[in-house]
């Protein structure tokens, strides 16, 4: 009996004769060699776009609640919760005199030292964002996940599954506050158009965050896990 791979010619590569079967283990190794894992600037870039994605639609949930909550937001029953400021008594001025160059070190320290707790949280805030959000979305794909598919699971389907029903609840997420905007109320003072319009442009852009984070994913083949 013949091989079913017998008829295939065999080919010269740089004059050496090499066997379609060479040829086929060579591509399979070369497959195997591109499908890397992904490094972690791969993940890092992936990631970023996602934590992008997550602060816009936060953006998006606080511009619905403050147009379509607006009365509710603004009226008395609120003000009486918030306690009157009381009127400060007059402080006599305080004399440095030798101590104002200290006071004015201890000043500068304190500025330098607010400032960089400032940027070490604003460097922190897109990595917090984005953990928060995917721990929101996994939560909540993994509480609909047995409503979806009713049929018994193996570990490795149901958390296939769980991570495909993230990207929709991402979708659902961005859906709802721009649909919720008409019924922004006309106390905000704004035109409906100039509420769509703000809405719709937080909605597109994360949007178009989640869809490259989305095409991260597929190009660079990451791992599940590795995607917030």
């Known amino acids: 009996m013949s091989f079913p791979f017998s008829y295939l010619p065999d080919f010269h590569v740089r004059g050496t004769l090499v066997s379609p079967f ?55 029953k609120w003000r009486l ?7 400060p008594s007059p402080q006599q001025p305080i004399e440095l005199g030798v101590l104002s160059p200290v006071v004015t070190g201890i000043a500068i320290v304190f500025t330098l030292a607010v400032l960089a707790l400032t940027i070490y949280v604003l460097t922190k805030l897109p990595t917090t964002i984005g953990k928060t959000g995917h721990r929101v979305t ?21 958390a296939t599954l ?17 649909a ?9 003072g704004l ?5 769509l319009t703000i809405g719709g442009f937080c909605a597109a852009m994360s949007m178009l965050w989640i869809g490259i ?4 994913y597929k190009i ?3 791992l599940p896990e590795q995607v917030w």
């Open 22 to 76: 060479a040829l086929l283990f060579l591509g399979s190794c070369y497959h195997k060699t591109m499908a890397k894992p992904a490094t972690h600037a791969q993940t890092a870039l992936t990631n970023t776009f996602g934590a992008l994605g997550y602060a816009s639609i936060l953006t998006q949930w606080l511009w619905a609640l403050v147009t379509v909550g607006y009365p509710l937001i603004t009226s008395d």
């Open 81 to 87: 919760l918030i306690p009157k400021p009381t009127e």
């Open 162 to 178: 769980t991570f495909t029903l993230t990207w929709w609840v991402k979708l659902v997420l961005i859906i709802v506050p721009f």
């Open 220 to 222: 660079l083949r990451l």
């Open 138 to 158: 996994q939560s909540t794909a993994t509480v609909i996940a047995p409503a979806v598919n009713h049929k018994k699971l193996s570990k490795k389907q149901r």
């Open 180 to 188: 919720a905007l008409r019924l922004a109320s006309p106390q905000t």
């Open 213 to 216: 984070q989305y095409l991260c």
């Open 191 to 195: 035109e409906p158009l100039v509420v």
